[in-house]
């Protein structure tokens, strides 16, 4: 086996998915556990991967582990696996808060980690993942990471001091997106649209204007005032959402967000 998750919910599937998508591992060299039956049934039915109840078994058999349980059991998977971990094996994290100084001590040996916050847009191949790999990661292994999250995901370094920053920007806010097309295509259904057009609109208008930040460069000022004709409409909805706080709840949103990332 190439590649092992322990645990295989929503952002486990999310990675396995984009790998096997991109025929980057194929499906037969990836073993996911699951202390859950059926989210273990659920990834073996919809990926093909080999699943287990054991986390153990993942970690004799796969080069690369992907530890991708929530953070409260970040301690009792290690505990169980630590001694069994080898040192030519590599630890990929994707908790929140679970810094490389605190997995180093409860590994309690030297142990090849990359700490890393992917999203979910990572199933459609548009994730976007920051990576810190710790000491004991070698170039050749801190490439072969890079390639692995590169074909699910934009994959960007970064000091280990962003990475709060990175949960609240990238790892959480696909929910503040998702949150905002389904109030836009509620005032789309109000407006007498289809629900399933309204998605699509909705959708589609917040790709376009993803798109537009990151390829023509422009401030997202300047492309927001080429969209407010004067007199017009979208001025006037600009307003409104200024006057109810929108920017503002969008920040202190993140801040908490931020806050809760590094409290874990
Ligand atoms: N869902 C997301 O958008 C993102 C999640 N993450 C991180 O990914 C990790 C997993 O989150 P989700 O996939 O959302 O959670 P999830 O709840 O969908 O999946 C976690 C899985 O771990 C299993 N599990 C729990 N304890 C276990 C154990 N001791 N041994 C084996 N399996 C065990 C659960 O049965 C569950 O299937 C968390 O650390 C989360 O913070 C990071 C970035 C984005
Ligand atoms: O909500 C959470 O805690 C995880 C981390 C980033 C996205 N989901």
Redesign the pocket.
């Known amino acids: 086996m190439k590649l092992g998750f322990?645990?295989?919910?929503?952002?486990?599937s999310a990675i396995m998915g984009g790998i096997i998508n991109k025929e980057i591992i194929p499906a037969e060299e990836i073993i996911g556990?699951?202390?859950?039956a059926p989210?273990r049934e659920k990834a073996q039915k919809q990926f093909g991967i080999h699943v287990t109840d054991s986390?153990k078994e993942v970690v004799s058999q796969a080069e690369v582990i992907v530890l991708?349980?929530?953070?409260q059991?970040y301690e009792?998977?290690i505990n169980?696996i630590k001694d069994d971990i080898r040192e030519s094996q590599i630890v990929i994290t994707?908790?929140?808060g679970k810094t490389l100084s605190w997995l180093e001590e409860k590994f309690g040996k030297p142990v090849k980690i990359v700490r890393t916050?992917?999203?979910?847009p990572a199933m459609v191949g548009e994730g976007m993942t920051a990576a810190c790999p710790n000491g004991h990661m070698d170039e050749e292994g801190i490439a072969y990471v890079k390639k692995l999250l590169e074909s699910f995901s934009q994959v960007e370094i970064v000091p280990e001091r962003l990475m709060d920053a990175v949960v609240s920007v990238s790892?959480?806010s696909?929910a503040y997106v998702f949150v905002l097309i389904e109030a836009m295509a509620d005032a789309a259904v109000s407006g007498g649209m289809p629900r399933p057009q309204a998605y699509k609109f909705a959708a589609q208008a917040v790709l376009g204007s993803a798109k537009m930040v990151l390829e023509t460069g422009k401030h997202p000022g300047e492309l927001k005032d080429m969209v407010c004709s004067p007199a017009g409409t979208t001025i006037e909805a600009v307003r409104v959402l200024e006057e109810r706080g929108f920017r503002s709840a969008v920040i202190e949103a993140m801040k908490v967000c931020e806050d809760i990332s590094k409290s874990l």
């Open positions: 322990i645990g295989t919910g929503n952002m486990a556990a699951d202390l859950f989210g986390n991708s349980v929530k953070p059991f009792d998977v169980e994707i908790a929140p916050m992917p999203n979910t790892g959480s696909p």
